[in-house]
């Protein structure tokens, strides 16, 4: 381990590598162990270097964005855990409405700057917790808008260091899935394209969705945010609802009395409770309606079948 910390620091500044760092930091539901490495690289030279050396050194890795949907174990990760942020986060914008960003920009940021750009069509992601790689990972969407609609191309890092200009077709970007997903891939920037609007209109388009968020959803909660795919032909909060789950609470995670698509963070819970809650959400509303949910949240560490 000591050899890998110094080659890490051979690519890195010390401020940008983190060990054993609480994960509770770094997701939105404020839950998770510690992991024995958290870096913050800058650049895609970087981001490939620190890669391939966990490749070299069989080290395992997972690579996270605003941490805003995952729940990390209470044991934490062995491994590294590369984080894309802030410190690789730029944007530009040309005047025909071509915007290019980097993955570890904020949706809500992006969505911002394009707004005062005058350009339409991005507004349902001001909303979105996540950065723009995760959203991309997940086709990350709400109020009828999804990353598809926007986005001409993605470069991609695949997990033999390889870097690939991915057009839209190619990413298979379906319900919150992606090529992205079912390669490990790591996003590295995003094209995307959009049309001129009414700058007035498209801020009030955007503050009309974040009422709509406030006012359904417990944006003052820790959470994960959607914790359920929408089942075909159903809603996950309208059957965990109907299911007399509203409020259900195991330990400190319990099912958000606002929105129960949300299952939230009520008091100092662990990984294991929220597991607990997950499964038996899940285990009730099948009984009750026949309907298997599944997750979207991801699952970083280990978790006890108990």
């Not at 590294?80 to 071509?98: A, P, Q, R, V």
């Not at 350009?119 to 009828?144: Q, R, S």
């Amino acid at each position: 381990m000591d050899q890998f910390l110094d080659k890490l620091k051979n690519i890195l500044s010390s401020e940008q590598i983190k060990q054993r760092e609480p994960m509770s930091e770094h997701t939105t539901l404020r839950i998770g162990g510690k992991a024995d490495y958290l870096v913050l690289p800058s650049n895609i030279q970087e981001i490939r270097q620190v890669l391939l050396l966990c490749k070299d050194y069989d080290m395992p890795y997972y690579i996270i964005g605003n941490g805003s949907n995952l729940l990390v174990s209470d044991s934490g990760f062995s491994g590294l855990i590369l984080k894309l942020g802030s410190w690789f986060s730029d944007i530009t914008i040309d005047e025909d409405g071509l915007v290019r960003a980097q993955a570890g920009v904020l949706m809500s940021k992006l969505a911002n700057v394009v707004a005062k750009h005058e350009f339409a069509g991005f507004e349902f992601a001001a909303g979105i917790p996540g950065t723009l790689g995760g959203a991309v990972t997940m086709n990350a969407g709400a109020y009828g808008g999804e990353m598809k609609d926007c986005i001409i191309s993605a470069t991609v890092l695949d997990k033999e260091g390889e870097i690939h200009t991915l057009e839209k077709d190619d990413l298979q970007l379906g319900y919150r899935s992606s090529i992205i997903q079912k390669e490990k891939l790591c996003v590295l920037e995003v094209s995307m394209k959009f049309a001129s609007g009414s700058k007035q209109e498209i801020f009030d388009k955007i503050h009309e969705l974040n009422s709509l968020r406030r006012e359904k959803q417990p944006l003052d909660k820790f959470s994960a945010g959607s914790t359920f795919k929408r089942p075909e032909g159903y809603f996950a909060g309208k059957l965990i609802s109907d299911a007399g789950l509203k409020g259900y609470q195991i330990g400190g995670a319990a099912v958000s009395d606002k929105h129960c698509g949300f299952l939230i963070n009520k008091d100092n819970a662990s990984a294991k409770d929220f597991m607990k809650l997950i499964g038996e959400v899940i285990e009730i509303v099948e009984a009750k309606f026949g309907v298997r949910l599944e997750t979207e949240v991801k699952y970083i560490g280990t978790f006890n079948s108990d």
